[in-house]
T-cell receptor, first 114, second 109 residues
Framework: DTEVTQTPKHLVMGMTNKKSLKCEQHMGHRAMYWYKQKAKKPPELMFVYSYEKLSINESVPSRFSPECPNSSLLNLHLHALQPEDSALYLC?????????????FGPGTRLTVT | RKEVEQDPGPFNVPEGATVAFNCTYS??????FFWYRQDCRKEPKLLMSVYSSGNEDGRFTAQLNRASQYISLLIRDSKLSDSATYLC??????????FGQGTELSVKP
């Protein structure tokens, strides 16, 4: 079973709103990731958690705030976003960070900022 | 130069055709290589990891040439359901996945 789930599937928010994206996996994976994907572009890494600790932040603006409450859950808190932040936000997980472990993606949350 | 470069698309092929995608990577220290497919408005799905010895999964064959820093994916007997964007992915020394821009495949009846 290589399932990663994400909620919500779609989200529309105003620039003054605060919202959260949620990701869950029950594969016992110890590494979890947030990616952002714009149309016709490949996914761009935002954050990596390994053993519930933030190990990579790809210079993401502070209006995006990740949280890993436990080894199965990953949240992305959103505040004061801009219209250009509209994109598909993908969560992924892997058994461990790094080689040779494969990453599995969730279905994504399609975010529109108005 | 991009870290991972792929054939520009789109590839438009008839059902039953054989199609090959090529990819080059710039970092000779890369250790792991993958092909993902992504359907329109869906998430990337792992198609296969790529090993130095080459590997095959049904109609799909992946090859890696470390000396030339080149990865390929061959699809035989194309099906309509193979229509998707194929992403060449390389993991760098920091453990980060580096994605190519993707090659769009359209299989026509």
């Amino acid at each position: 079973d290589t399932e990663v789930t994400q909620t919500p599937k779609h989200l529309v928010m105003g620039m003054t709103n605060k919202k959260s994206l949620k990701c869950e996996q029950h594969m016992g994976h110890r590494a979890m990731y947030w990616y952002k994907q714009k149309a016709k572009k490949p996914p761009e890494l935002m954050f990596v958690y390994s053993y519930e600790k933030l190990s990579i932040n790809e210079s993401v603006p502070s209006r995006f705030s990740p949280e890993c409450p436990n080894s199965s859950l990953l949240n992305l808190h959103l505040h004061a976003l801009q219209p250009e932040d509209s994109a598909l936000y993908l969560c992924a997980s892997s058994q461990e960070r790094g080689d040779p472990y494969e990453q599995y993606f969730g279905p994504g949350t399609r975010l529109t900022v108005t | 130069r991009k870290e991972v470069e792929q054939d520009p698309g789109p590839f438009n092929v008839p059902e039953g055709a054989t199609v090959a995608f090529n990819c080059t990577y710039s970092n000779s220290a890369s250790q792991s290589f993958f092909w993902y497919r992504q359907d329109c408005r869906k998430e990337p799905k792992l198609l296969m990891s790529v090993y130095s010895s080459g590997n095959e999964d049904g109609r799909f064959t992946a090859q890696l040439n470390r000396a030339s820093q080149y990865i390929s994916l061959l699809i035989r007997d194309s099906k309509l359901s193979d229509s998707a964007t194929y992403l060449c992915v390389v993991r760098n020394q920091g453990g980060k996945l580096i994605f190519g821009q993707g090659t769009e495949l359209s299989v026509k009846p």
